[in-house]
């Protein structure tokens, strides 16, 4: 899969090329490149916003300097993914999805967004026939400084799903999210008593039939208490 992420601050992004995104990459199961922004910043001062036209607080970001940025890096088959608190959210569904995608196009806003005709652009016919889609994601119901941090969490939940980048992809198979409402049972590691707190003693019991029926009724405790 090829990711491209576009942002002003491309050090902030600097964290894709560790751990499994690292090893990923070097195994070339992943091919990540981050864009800085500002290279396709216009008039002398290099601007990627301006003042919201009908007025407000904030700056948006400039159509013009997006579009710079988008247009060589659009291909027939890509996803443009843009990152704002009012897109849809994010979910495990949703990275399944886009895990099976080829190419990847991330936008990451600052201050009030990007001037909304750049999702308009690049959802026009022309674009949708070379299968071209546009979307736009939040991450969660809260806002952040912009959208870095929330690719980054979509680049790590996508691309975990991709066969080959887990070590071990039995790992995949009982997790939270999994199926809808699932939330993953407790787990335990060794010692069998940590100050004065004992593993449940079923999970020492080696019976697997037992310990299935405990961990589907512990995950469902779970699911009750926590999302509830
Ligand atoms: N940019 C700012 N807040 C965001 C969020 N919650 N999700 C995605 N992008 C964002």
Redesign the pocket.
Known sequence: MKIDVISIFPEYLSPLSLSLLGKAQNAGLIDINVHNLRDQAVGVHGSVDDTPYGGGAGMVMSAEVWGRALDPLIEDNSDLII???A?KQ?TQPVAQELSKKSHLIFA???YE?IDDRIRQYYSQPDFVNRNIRVHE???????????E???M?MIEAITRLIPGVLGNPDSLAEESHNSEGYLEYPNFTKPAQWRDIDVPEILLSGNHAAIAKWRSEQAQIRAEKNRK
Do not use: K, M, N, Q
């Not at 991450?139 to 952040?144: A, E, P, S």
């Open positions: 990152l704002t608190p897109g994010f990451c806003g600052r967004g994601y939040s991450i969660g119901d809260y806002v952040l400084g912009g959208g941090v929330a690719s969490v």
